[in-house]
């Protein structure tokens, strides 16, 4: 009985462990950046409104209604706003446990649960007012309804019924949910044939059905906007990006050469497991996290977001993996270990954003009549209303792309297309348009990737002298702030 309670004991401190992380990176976070003010801004809508722009976004709407559930309740703000995500990642350190425990044994399911709950990559999105908490929790819970109802034959009603919620959840959290359940869909069509496929299937009707349902109707919607010029379609294939995703799932975000070492010893270890002990349970993981990466893979659609649901997955299978070589303590001293770099890098992240910072670089001018701060990037926009100066936000000049939709159509409706570049004669257009000439300080806030349109050189060709070097905005993305006065 005391050897059992001491293994609670150490779950319990393993959870305060995650919780406080999770809450520090909270209070580091500073600002919303744009993902998490869209959905800041979007789950306030009201209805009916609401339920058209949730159509409009890229992905199902289970955050959304999470966080407009939440403000009726709590204050609408960034720290209240990234507490659902704070409670889902710690939840997640918790079953975690659960379910190493009921595939595996007590020891690894500790250590499993120690792993995420000092995973950088999982702090991060417990600190975020985004999805990627829930669908992270939601992918354990539903692994271990899973293997509950075809590995251990746990099939009461109440079972069958929970996994179908849990199921439709995870649908309607992130459309890469889809790559993650086909990897359940071939697992359980390897080690239970086709009988528990048709089950698997039965099972989740429902919540298929509605999942397709709304999938179908949000693809109506956006039938004439563009689909094809998706940002996740349209990804470059550079060395970094190709090993990012996988240094994401092991610790978060590292250098290559030092996160390569990290891949390459992880696969030995899991590969050394798999042949020193022919374990079903570990094979049965191993499907469900390959056969994302593959259809991510084959999709060209290679980014974290697309497979992060499988990173607590990845995390049981090492800790697995690596506690059968060595002592618990010694490994939970190699995951520390491994984890300090990525905790580090996170801690040096954070803030993402920080408007104060951006502003105090032109707060000087910004009283003058003669000021006006211009951007090159439309999904700014809620930031620039929400933070900034209410005078510099109202008066604020940026790039209109289409111009037969509304701020919020163009947000919602645009916000995942490519960067549209413009001509230098329609820049033209659009300098004469704002009327440009009738100020003589610019602070110009603009997005540096490629292919965006650029207003820099813009300026220098209308007469305007930059009054000091261009400097790296605390905004998240590429973004560098001038600040230009009329020659």
């Known amino acids: 009985m005391k050897f059992v309670n001491k293994k609670y004991i150490l779950l319990g401190l393993i959870i305060l462990l995650g919780l406080i992380l999770r809450l520090a990176a909270v209070f580091k976070y500073g600002n919303f950046w744009d993902d998490e003010m869209f959905n800041f801004i979007y789950s306030q809508k009201a209805w009916p409104q609401g339920l058209i722009y949730w159509l409009w976004e890229t992905n199902p709407p289970l955050h959304l209604l999470i966080l407009k559930i939440w403000f009726f309740i709590f204050p609408a703000n960034e720290l209240f706003a990234r507490l659902p995500s704070v409670l889902a990642g710690t939840a997640s350190i918790y079953f975690i446990y659960k379910l190493g425990k009921e595939i595996f044994t007590e020891k690894p399911a500790l250590l499993a649960a120690f792993y995420l709950a000092i995973h950088p990559y999982n702090i991060f999105w417990s600190a975020t007012a985004r999805v990627y908490s829930f669908l992270m929790l939601l992918a354990i819970l539903s692994t271990f309804i899973i293997y509950k109802q075809f590995f251990s034959n746990d099939t009461p009603p109440k079972t069958k019924a929970l996994g179908a919620i849990i199921n439709g959840l995870l649908i309607f959290s992130h459309l890469s949910s889809l790559l993650f359940l086909t990897g359940q869909f071939l697992a359980l069509a390897i080690f239970k044939g086709k009988s528990a496929v048709f089950n698997w299937i039965k099972y989740n009707l429902i919540p298929f059905i509605l999942g397709g349902s709304w999938i179908l109707a949000s693809l109506y919607i956006k039938r004439n906007n563009n689909l094809g010029q ?32 990290l891949v390459f010893f992880a696969g030995l270890l899991i590969l050394h497991k798999l042949y020193k002990t022919k374990s079903a349970n570990l094979l049965f993981l191993m499907i469900l996290i390959f056969v994302p990466i593959i259809l991510s893979l084959g999709l060209r659609v290679w980014n974290i977001k697309f497979i992060i649901a499988i990173l607590p997955l990845m995390v049981m299978a090492i800790s697995y993996s690596l506690s059968g070589c060595v002592k618990n303590w010694l490994a939970a001293a190699l995951i520390t270990c491994a984890c300090l770099t990525g905790l580090y890098i996170l801690r040096d992240t954070l803030p993402i954003t920080d408007w104060q910072k951006n502003e105090a670089v032109f707060k000087q001018y910004e009283t003058s009549d003669k000021f006006v701060f211009v951007y090159n990037s439309m999904t700014l926009k809620n930031q620039i209303d929400y ?35 413009l001509s230098a004669e329609e820049k033209d257009n659009w300098y ?27 300026f220098i060709e209308h007469g305007w002298k930059l009054k000091q070097p261009p400097i790296a905005a605390r905004i998240s993305g590429t973004y560098k702030l001038y600040i230009y006065e009329k020659n």
């Open 230 to 261: 998706a940002w996740f379609l349209n990804l470059s294939h550079t060395f970094n990006q190709a090993v990012s995703p996988l240094l994401n799932l092991l610790i978060g975000q590292l250098p290559i050469f030092y996160g390569l070492i």
């Open 387 to 421: 933070y900034l100066n209410p005078t510099v936000a109202k008066n604020a000049k940026t790039l209109v792309f289409y111009k037969d939709m509304s701020w919020d159509e163009m947000l919602i409706k645009k916000n995942y297309i490519a960067p549209i570049q």
């Open 432 to 458: 004469a348009a704002s009327k440009m000439d009738n100020y003589s300080i610019v602070a110009l806030l603009q997005n540096e990737i490629p292919n965006t349109t650029k207003l820099s050189d813009l």
